[in-house]
């Protein structure tokens, strides 16, 4: 079954400073998908990034990136130069391919973020 | 674009009342998705609609809950009668291979 692992229930970082949220994934379809949402306190779940399992370069989007390794299974999600509005809880998920021919995504349990001045 | 709706966005009520929620996902999103998200955990899928059918109910509790999306548009989900451990934030998504869009779910506290 697929399965997703995030292993950081919580993470402390200092504004303006990069922070590496980890991410493990255990499939075994060829054709996947990673997701990475924020979750602010108000309870939105707010998408971020994406990386295809075939795509050979890693995913960006502005201060985000998701440093993807295959072979280790991992999708760590990198924030450069940390903002207090940055803390907020994240989920990594991966899309799973049903025999329907549509798409669920499973979360993992998430990690909160604090971002310190 | 306009996002997904959810409301309401807040629902206080006694156990072994029902209450009932709404979304209207992105136009033209054939899929639409409930999650419950109990405090601190990850989302949990609840029910999967492909258009006004059902794809994946596995993970809805069928004897209290129940869910439906007549028109291929809107979609009601209903808790009767709710229990305290119901007590989470309930989310909407619709979209499909590049991901979804969430609703700003609807925070229901059994008490």
């Known amino acids: 079954a697929q399965k997703i692992t995030q292993t950081q229930p919580g993470m402390f970082v200092q504004e303006k400073e990069a922070v590496t949220l980890d991410c493990t994934y255990d499939?075994?379809?060829?054709?996947?998908?990673l997701f990475w949402y924020k979750q602010p306190s108000s309870g939105e779940m707010i998408f971020l990034i994406y990386?295809?399992?075939?795509?050979?370069q890693n995913a960006t989007e502005g201060r985000y990136s998701l440093n993807f390794q295959k072979a280790r299974k991992s999708a760590n999600l990198v924030i450069s130069a940390s903002q207090l509005g940055d803390s907020a809880m994240y989920f990594c998920?991966?899309?799973?391919?049903?025999?329907?021919?549509?798409?669920?995504?499973?979360f993992g349990t998430g990690t909160r973020l604090k971002v310190l001045a | 674009e306009a996002g997904v709706a959810q409301s309401p966005r807040y629902k206080i009520i006694e156990k072994r009342q029902s209450v009932a929620f709404w979304c209207n996902p992105i136009?033209?999103?054939?899929?639409l998705y409930w999650y419950q998200q109990i405090l601190g955990q990850g989302p949990k899928l609840l029910i999967q609609?492909?258009?006004?059918?059902?794809?994946?109910d596995s993970q809805l509790p069928k004897d209290r809950f129940s869910a439906e999306r007549l028109k291929g548009v809107d979609s009601t989900l209903k808790i009767q009668p709710a229990k305290l451990e119901d007590s989470a934030v309930y989310l909407c998504?619709?979209?499909?291979?590049?991901?979804?869009?969430f609703g700003s779910g609807t925070r229901l506290t059994v008490v």
């Open positions: 998504a619709s979209g499909g291979y590049y991901g979804y869009t």
């Open positions: 499939t075994s379809d060829q054709s996947y998908g």
């Open positions: 990386q295809g399992s075939y795509d050979e």
């Open positions: 998920a991966m899309r799973e391919a049903l025999s329907s021919g549509t798409y669920k995504y499973i």
């Open positions: 136009s033209g999103h054939a899929t």
């Open positions: 609609f492909q258009n006004n059918g059902v794809v994946d």
